[in-house]
């Protein structure tokens, strides 16, 4: 069941990223297309993105009343019947129109899939899960480029969509047969605008959960910056050929992948807090060891391997974030998980075209970003998450009934 749900969730997380970056390389062939400037295509992924944070806050609200299953298939058809419509749009004002909803509908997947993880599992059980489906949403962004790059050399920008299209309904089929209805009628909140405001000024007042929200976002803010940069210092600066650069992307994607591994085998030897204090310190330590090889002339060497630690960082913090930021509302998963969405994708989603906006003829773009991301995570989670103790008992038992695993909290 918990290998069926990983792959499950984690397809739905992959899906917005897919979405975003499978067209970012046709963009120029779309203006031409289009008769359009480059900047009135580009509008399309603003629309996408507003959309995306849009559908985060009201799936999420909505499906603590209405159950998962309903709106998560809702959205998943939605997606399907959107990209395809997408593909046959006759304009750039049209396209951007269409992917607006687009991005509604992709919201659907990220958030239902934390607020699942949470209807499933409870304690140190839910920080193993959540640290294999982090995992999985941390790869995303690094990736989906790649991913989107192959595919394009088989098709065009409208035969991506198409694509995006039949992936969605694979995946709708899948969800039909595979994934039931996770949160009870009894545990579901009333669908008034007075409950919402509460609970979402609730979360808000919280600092224990701001404190995480925003350290797990500005870590994938660090992540992002690193994309969105890495090609232009790696081979711009350094010098390094396409093949280098891609051995050194593949190695970086590599240590996210190995550190969620890492962080499963270790959750219930050592607690989530002390492993989220162990991402924020490695993240720190990696961004100012970036920002010190960039102002003192260290070299690749030295600047690989700083590079190194920051993205190795984001597997060890951002599913102990998470999770520690979900522990804490069983009653409002979905309400949690549309504010710890939309708090990562607008601070991170902020970050990344700082690199771009500062010039590409220096690392110091790229390099300031992450440090200050990272130095201002630790910050951050010292000043707020600080007399939260979160999940600290490995006592794990299954419920047969709910197929719910349970973990105690201290």
């Known amino acids: 069941m918990r290998t069926r749900l990983i792959i499950l969730l984690g ?4 899906l917005g990223p897919l979405s975003i970056d499978t067209n970012l390389p046709a963009f120029p062939a779309m203006a031409r297309e289009f008769g359009a400037s480059e900047s009135h295509v580009q509008l399309s992924l603003t629309t996408f993105i507003i959309g995306m944070s849009i559908g985060q806050l009201v799936v999420g609200t909505l499906s603590d009343s209405w159950g998962r299953r309903r709106p998560l298939l809702s959205g998943v058809v939605l997606y399907a019947v959107v990209s395809l419509v997408c593909a046959a749009a006759p304009s750039a004002g049209a396209l951007a129109a269409v992917r607006l909803v687009q991005g509604f509908a992709v919201a659907c997947g990220f958030v239902l899939a934390l607020a699942i993880a949470r209807d499933r599992f409870e304690g140190l059980a839910m920080a193993r899960f959540m640290s294999l489906l982090m995992m999985t949403n941390g790869l995303g962004p690094v990736l989906a480029p790649v991913l989107g790059g192959q595919l394009l050399r088989f098709t065009t920008w409208r035969g991506t969509f198409v694509a ?14 595979a994934l039931p209805e996770t949160l009870p009628p009894e545990r579901r909140r009333p669908a008034r605008l007075s409950a919402t405001t509460r609970a979402f000024g609730g979360l808000l007042a919280d600092r224990a959960f701001l404190g995480y929200a925003l350290a797990s976002a500005l870590s994938l803010g660090a992540l992002f910056g690193y994309v969105a940069g890495a090609s232009f210092v790696l081979q711009g600066v350094f010098g390094l050929s396409p093949q280098q650069f891609s051995v050194v992307f593949a190695a970086n994607s590599v240590a996210i992948f190995l550190a969620g591994l890492l962080n499963t085998a270790l959750t219930g030897r050592v607690v989530p807090k002390a492993l989220l204090w162990l991402g924020l310190g490695m993240g720190a330590a990696g961004g100012t ?15 690989l391997v700083s590079l190194f630690v920051v993205t190795t960082s984001v597997g060890v913090l951002t599913p102990n974030a998470a999770t520690l930021a979900m522990a804490r509302y069983a009653e409002a998963a979905g309400s949690a998980s549309a504010v710890l969405g939309v708090t990562r994708f607008v601070v991170a989603g902020s970050l990344a075209p700082l690199v771009g906006a500062f010039g590409s003829g220096s690392t110091l773009p790229m390099v300031v970003v992450i440090a200050a991301a990272t130095v201002l995570a630790l910050l951050i989670g010292l000043l707020l998450t600080r007399g939260d103790a979160g999940v600290t008992r490995d006592l794990v038992v299954d419920d047969p009934d709910q197929g719910v695993e349970v973990g105690l909290r201290s």
Do not use: D, Y
């Not at 995006?164 to 047969?177: E, F, H, K, N, T």
């Not at 970036?290 to 600047?303: D, I, N, P, Q, R």
């Open 289 to 303: 060891g970036l920002l010190a090889t960039a102002l003192l002339g260290g070299g690749l060497v030295a600047f």
């Open 164 to 177: 995006l299209a039949l992936v969605a309904v694979v995946l709708l089929v899948v969800l039909l047969v």
């Open 11 to 14: 397809a739905l997380c992959l």
